[in-house]
């Protein structure tokens, strides 16, 4: 069989209408890679394994949420797609755009996004327009536009997008053979724990695979779901969620409570060391914000309110880190610059 993406694997479980027409890079499949060495640094006897949802083909988990807006914008015939984004829908909707042959729009706030993104979203041809203004102006302005023009939202206001994010859960559960006691993941305008938690429990009832507790871990400077109101200046090194008004806010506080876990915040501090953690004990080199759901889970060990004793747990990681090369010259150690000569390398790197 040839491979397909992820609606030719579980479009049947997705509540897309029937005109939709596949538009796909094969997205999903990504490895759910254990972390034997990250878990033994966090605690004993848990076991630890990151969903790298940056081996997406745009390097972000949005390419299963944006399969399915694109091919059901596709198949009904539109022309023209919208979104706002901190980067990474962005470039999903712009390459996807293509692939369909459609013109993509996207509003970005003007210098926070990451150059990965920005270099993606303009690869693939999309009209970048750059606001002065947060994520959250931006987004209010798409939501205008599509209400006066046929342009089609592929937001995650999109309940299409939803449908097609779930297929991570299902992913998760079949790897697993069920779900695992926790997973913990980042949350910036909270699609993906809204999406996550709907298909965990649709495969729940479909066949018994079990809830996991949610840990959706916000940053500290941009944490209206912990705060319990909007963020007017969200400031933050993982600016994939700098966000600070989340669309699917409530959602998200309402599936961590079902679930009995919670949202949680982390400083950018505890992030930055959690990316540099992951990508030198297991080789996983992830953007900023993909590292937050880590740190959260970090934090909550740290301080005794998450018991990992005998915990089965998955941490998803939204995207790669070649998204944000810049971050590295503030976080990691920089490289050394020698004269070629022998003796200086050798007293260099025979160093005890
Ligand atoms: N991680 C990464 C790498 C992201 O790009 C995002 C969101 C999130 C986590 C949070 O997911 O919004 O569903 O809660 N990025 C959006 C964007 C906002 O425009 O690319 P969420």
Request: charged share 20%.
């Given at each position: 069989?040839?491979?397909?993406?992820v609606?030719?694997?579980?479009?049947?479980?997705?509540?897309?209408?029937?005109?939709?027409?596949?538009?796909?890079?094969?997205?999903?499949?990504?490895?759910?890679?254990?972390?034997?060495?990250?878990?033994?640094?966090?605690?004993?006897?848990?076991?630890?394994?990151?969903?790298?949802?940056?081996l997406?083909?745009?390097?972000?988990?949005?390419?299963?949420?944006?399969?399915?807006?694109?091919?059901?914008?596709?198949?009904?015939?539109?022309?023209?797609?919208?979104?706002?984004?901190?980067?990474?829908?962005a470039?999903?909707?712009?390459?996807?755009?293509?692939?369909?042959?459609?013109?993509?729009?996207?509003?970005?706030?003007?210098?926070?996004?990451?150059?990965g993104?920005?270099?993606?979203?303009?690869?693939?041809?999309?009209?970048?327009?750059?606001?002065?203004?947060?994520?959250?102006?931006?987004?209010?302005?798409?939501?205008e536009?599509?209400?006066?023009?046929?342009?089609?939202?592929?937001?995650?206001?999109?309940?299409?997008?939803?449908?097609?994010q779930?297929?991570?859960?299902?992913?998760?559960?079949?790897?697993?053979?069920?779900?695992?006691?926790?997973?913990?993941?980042?949350?910036?305008?909270?699609?993906?724990?809204?999406?996550?938690w709907?298909?965990f429990?649709?495969?729940?009832?479909?066949?018994?695979?079990?809830?996991?507790?949610?840990?959706?871990?916000?940053?500290?400077?941009?944490?209206?779901?912990?705060?319990?109101?909007?963020?007017?200046?969200?400031?933050?090194?993982?600016?994939?969620?700098?966000?600070?008004?989340?669309?699917?806010?409530?959602?998200?506080?309402?599936?961590?409570?079902?679930?009995?876990?919670?949202?949680?915040?982390?400083?950018?501090?505890?992030?930055?060391?959690?990316?540099?953690?992951?990508?030198?004990?297991?080789?996983?080199?992830?953007?900023?914000?993909?590292?937050?759901?880590?740190?959260?889970?970090?934090?909550?060990?740290?301080?005794?309110?998450?018991?990992?004793?005998?915990?089965?747990?998955?941490?998803?990681?939204?995207?790669?880190?070649?998204?944000?090369?810049?971050?590295?010259?503030?976080?990691?150690?920089?490289?050394?610059v020698?004269?070629?000569?022998?003796?200086?390398?050798?007293?260099?790197?025979?160093?005890?």
């Amino acid at each position: 069989m040839l491979p397909g993406g992820v609606l030719a694997r579980y479009g049947h479980l997705l509540n897309l209408p029937p005109h939709t027409q596949p538009v796909t890079l094969l997205e999903g499949g990504t490895p759910l890679i254990p972390a034997p060495r990250l878990a033994r640094e966090l605690a004993e006897g848990m076991s630890l394994w990151i969903k790298y949802e940056g081996l997406n083909p745009t390097g972000s988990f949005k390419d299963r949420g944006m399969t399915a807006a694109i091919s059901e914008a596709a198949g009904r015939g539109a022309r023209t797609v919208i979104c706002a984004s901190t980067g990474n829908t962005a470039a999903s909707a712009a390459a996807y755009a293509a692939r369909a042959g459609m013109k993509c729009i996207v509003l970005i706030p003007e210098g926070k996004v990451a150059l990965g993104k920005l270099a993606g979203a303009l690869a693939y041809g999309a009209t970048v327009v750059q606001i002065e203004g947060s994520f959250d102006d931006a987004l209010h302005l798409v939501v205008e536009v599509t209400r006066k023009y046929p342009i089609a939202l592929v937001n995650s206001l999109n309940p299409y997008r939803i449908e097609g994010q779930k297929t991570a859960a299902f992913e998760i559960c079949d790897d697993l053979g069920t779900a695992p006691d926790w997973l913990c993941l980042p949350v910036g305008n909270a699609g993906n724990i809204t999406a996550y938690w709907a298909g965990f429990r649709q495969y729940h009832e479909r066949q018994g695979t079990g809830l996991p507790r949610l840990l959706g871990v916000q940053a500290a400077g941009a944490a209206p779901l912990v705060l319990g109101h909007p963020v007017d200046r969200p400031e933050t090194v993982a600016t994939a969620i700098r966000i600070g008004r989340p669309a699917r806010g409530e959602e998200a506080l309402q599936a961590a409570a079902e679930s009995g876990g919670r949202i949680i915040a982390v400083t950018d501090e505890e992030i930055l060391r959690m990316q540099r953690l992951l990508a030198q004990t297991e080789g996983i080199w992830v953007e900023p914000a993909s590292a937050a759901g880590l740190a959260g889970l970090a934090a909550e060990i740290a301080a005794g309110r998450l018991r990992p004793r005998g915990q089965r747990i998955v941490a998803v990681c939204t995207g790669h880190g070649l998204k944000d090369p810049d971050i590295v010259s503030r976080s990691f150690v920089q490289p050394l610059v020698l004269p070629p000569r022998l003796d200086v390398l050798e007293e260099v790197i025979l160093k005890p």
